[in-house]
Structure formats: structure tokens, C-alpha cells
């Protein structure tokens, strides 16, 4: 349903069976489907495990970490049941990601579960979608009921004596719940509420047992790193940053739409040459890089490579791949107001430096961008996002925080034209670009 | 005394009308309770399709829902309490939620919600005289690339401007 975009720089791996029938079993199995799985059987958990690690496969919901390295954390020898749970609670902002998978290839989902299972020893998988994603959610349900058919999951996978279950399950509507631990309280049917770490999930998770959590986009590149070779996937992008990833390219540019890019590509190029640049014949502010809760990048950083290492060594983060693109017409205040106005709302109220932290932030942003900010209400700002980080059980805290710092520090000159009672300068300049 | 009797009665008379779901549902729910150790685990899901089904979650929805999970009515409260999409008073029949979320905001979300509630004459979580139409100004729906999006109950519209949104609109009055 949503529209798919093509540029001659990607190199489509996880989007590879994009718009060519993949939802239909029969279909993704002349596109190699559930050949990957089949290799998998004869590789060995600890085989698997290596081939990820070497591939260099960093998890693509927002932290990053080491796919192979996070499995490899999975006790051997548990006297609980593991499992595998698939992230689809995807909804950062500016990030669109998960669904075009969904929508496109349900089945590289199911076949990167059944592999994680195999490599940690897990027989039960669950993949979550959230709730707004109805549509999805039946597409997943239909290709799980059509893998049982044919022998893909049940009992005795490919004749292997191996039993594998998946299962679905839906989300009703919580940003919160993207937080793996928070994403297991609500799969066991309670309120998104984020548990202290450690345990790890994968000592104590779902029900007790060790559980792997993984973004959807990790897994659906799992069965083209076992199919292609972990040193392949590797070449792809820069050392310790294998692969592509999907880019969300959305805001003011040209062509937004999800493009897949090697990991490590340009991103002044990413917006200049792939998205088309800005319209309107107006020059770039800012960009966020990775979803709205990282940092902003000011329009004369963005000369970087977009791999977790080389947007960390700038201050940001490469986040989930959501690139959110501001022209100069921007008001940067109600930028960090409407940030600040998500994740207020998102916040769960359990860790009080978050819950009190945004609302606080949300309060006076309003008050600044209404024209009855104070001069010290900028540093004050400053200060409690600064207190706010690290001290929550989750990262929203951080979230909410980070990307704040950065606008104050960043855009400070724009904080204070709000000050003395003026009007928001860019009230009228900023025109919507309808499309 | 009396409130407390009457009340005694009436929790009689909710028990008897046990609610009635479509077979589909029923079908589903029975499924899901085989996919977990716990029952509680189908809480979520099963508290969207209810709604779906009652079109919002009365008293006697969640009264069902807790005994069949052997849950207290106010443990499926709590969890209710939570999840931005469930709720618990009725509503139009179609819900426009509009995103005005950072990347729909900087293509005109913002332009777009106030444009439905003028021709709605509806603000944020209201529902039309006629009971047709509710308006919600929601967070991100995964519609960044395609922004500015609008979700009509589970259905995308994307890319919208002033006039398609219109024609949208327009397309689900004469559903009706």
C-alpha cells in the first residue's frame, strides 16, 4: 500500500523481494525463500551464532548492538523454555521501516525467527506487530498459517526432528512498548512497563525463560546472511557496520520514501542526490538523523557516513534509520516542542525523572514557543535533560532528553529570538509543503 | 444501602447477558489461548478485537474479558488504561486520526488536523452529532515517508493534502 521509491546507489538485500509477490508463499519460494532456514539446520547453533557475528549484523531497531554477540548471551543449558520475540512494535518518529517488510516479505521475518531459535536453542517464537498496523498483522497471520501447511513450522521442521513454533501477536497502541524489556510485559498481556536490567532478557525474559529480541528489519536480514555468507554481508558496509539498512527519508525533501543503502553512505549525498534535495529552491537547517529521539545534526555536520561508529564519534546517533530532513523555514523551538509533546504523551510514568522530566520540558517549550519564555528557562532546560539522563529503567528518558540537549546547544541563537515576549519568527514563513 | 443493592443486582443481570462475540472472534480467542503458557498472555490483542467488534469497551465487555482470563475487572482496567488505541467510552464510527507527529508536521499535518476539525466541527477525541465521524490527533503511524498520513480506523491515507483528505472524508460519509 505505501508507495516504494528506487535509486540507483542501493544495494537491496532485505528489500530485495519488494514489490514482486513475496507475501505469496509459492512466490517466496522461487525467490529462495526458506532456503536459508534449510542451510541453517546443517550449520550448528554455534555455526549460526559465528556466521552473524562475523557479518557484522547490528541490531537495526536504534541501539545497534551486536545480533550474534546478543544470541550468543543465551544460556545453553536453561531449565525454563527459550524464545524468540520479534520486534514490530515499530514507532519512532520518522521511521517507516518494519512495515514495508511486513507488507512485502512476512516470510524473511518468520524464516530470521526459526533461524535465532535454531542458533540459541529456542522451539517458540513470537512476532510482534503493533496495533495500527491491522493490515500487516493479517499479512503475518497468513503467511504463519500458510509455513504450518507446508511443514515450515510445527512439528519436525524439514524433516530435521526439530520443532518450531511462531506465533503472533498485537500491539494496542504504546510507543513505550518498543523497549524490549516493556515489549515483553505487554506480551504477557499487563501494561508496558519497562523491568531493571540486569537480569538481561536473555537470561530472564518472557515468562522467565531466555529470550532473544530482535527488530524485525534484524531478522529479516539473518536469512541473506546465512544464504550469502557472513563475509559478503560484512563487505557491504564499513568495518564492524555490516550490511545496509533501510532509510527512511522523510521532512523536506524531494523524494522521501525508504531506500536501502549500504551502511556507511554519505548522508549529505542521501539527501542531495537520493532524496533530490529540498524543494522550494530553500536551503537546509538540520537534519535528525535517526529518529526523533536522536540528536540533531546542524546542516554543515552532515558530511558523515551513516554507520553506528561514524554518527556516534559526532555526538549522535544512527538510531533506527528514520532520516528526518528540516528546511530553513524550521522553527527549531516548535520542532523540540512537538519532540517534547510525543514522548510526554509516550512516557509510561513509571521512573519519575521521565514522567515529570517531559511534562516539565513539554510545559515550558509551550510557554517558549507562545512567546513567554525566559531567558533562564534555557539552561534550566538544559539542566534537567541533563538530569534526566541515565536515571530510568528504560532509554525514553534518554530519548526524550538527548535530542533536546541538542537543540538547545545547537540552536541556542533560535531559543533566544523567542525570548521577551516576540512571536515566533518563523510562524509565517513556515508554509506546509503539501504534496 | 440502596446503591449497594442495586448494584448487587445488577452485577446478576451482567453475568446473564453474557456478551456476544462474532464466531471469528470466538475462533481466534480459542487459537491464541494455545499459543502461550499463561491465559493472560492474549490480554492485548483480544481487547482490540473485542473493540473492534463492540466499538468500545464497555463495562460488560471488560466484565467477559476478566472472566475468561480469570482477571479482576480492574486488573483488564489498568491494562486498558494504558494502550493508547483502547478505550473505554463509545465513538464515532469512523475515527480519523490524524498524525502530527515531526515528520507529518514539517509536510502539513498540523495544517490537515485543523482542516478536519473545521469540516468535522469536531476537535481532538469528539465525536460528529451524528455519531459517523470522531477526530483524533494521534502520534506516529509509521506514515513519515509518505507524510502527511491519516489513519480512518485501521486504514492508511497518505500524502494527503487539504482536497484529497476532503475526498477521503467524503468517500466514507457516503459508505454509510
Redesign the interface.
Known sequence: ???LVSHPDEVKVVSRRFGLGATNLDRYLELDGYKAVQKALGMGADGIVNEVKNSGLRGRGGAGFSTGLKWSFVPKQASK?KYILCNGD???????K??LIFEHDPHAVIEGVVIAGLAVGARTG?IYV??????LLEIVQKAIADAYTRGFLGKNIFGSGYDFDV?W???????EVGEESALME???????IPRIKPPFPAVVGL?GGPTVINNAETLASVPHIILGGAEWYAKLGPPKNGGTRLF?????VKR???YELPMGYNLRKMIFEVGGGIPNGRALKAV?PGG?STPVLKSDEIDIAMDFDSVAKTGSMLGSG?V???DET?CIVK?AL??MK?YQ??S?GWCIPCREGTDWLKKTLIRFHSGGGMKKDIDNMYYLSENMLGRTFCPLGDAAAMPTMAFIKKFRQEFEDHLDGKPCPFEKATE???? | MWAFTSWYFASFVVKDLAMKFSEQFEARFAEMLT????K??????T??YAQDEAGYLSDEVIEEIARR?ELTALEVR??IS?????TTKPRGKYNVQVC????C????G??LLEHCEKRLGIGHKETTPDGLFCLEEV??????????AV?VN???H?????EKMDRVLDEYAKKN
Open positions: 500500500m505505501a508507495d523454555p515499530e514507532s519512532e518518529p520518522g521511521t517507516c518494519d512495515r513470537y503493533r496495533g495500527e498496523y491491522r493490515y506465533y501477536h498485537g500491539g494496542a497502541g504504546a510507543y505487554s506480551l504477557e498481556g499487563k501494561r508496558g515468562w527512511c527519508l522523510s521532512g523536506h522521501p520514501g525508504v535528525v526523533s528514520g528526518v530532513v528540516l524550521t520542532f512537538r519532540t510525543f504523551h509516550e509510561c506546509p509543503v503539501l504534496a | 499459543h502461550y503458557p499463561t493472560r498472555s492474549v490480554l492485548v490483542p481487547l482490540l482470563l489498568n491494562v494504558y494502550y493508547s488505541m483502547l502530527t507527529n515531526i515528520a508536521m514539517l509536510r502539513g498540523e495544517e502520534e506516529c503511524i509509521g506514515g513519515c515517508s509518505w507524510a502527511p489513519q485501521y486504514d492508511f497518505e500524502n494527503l493534502t487539504t
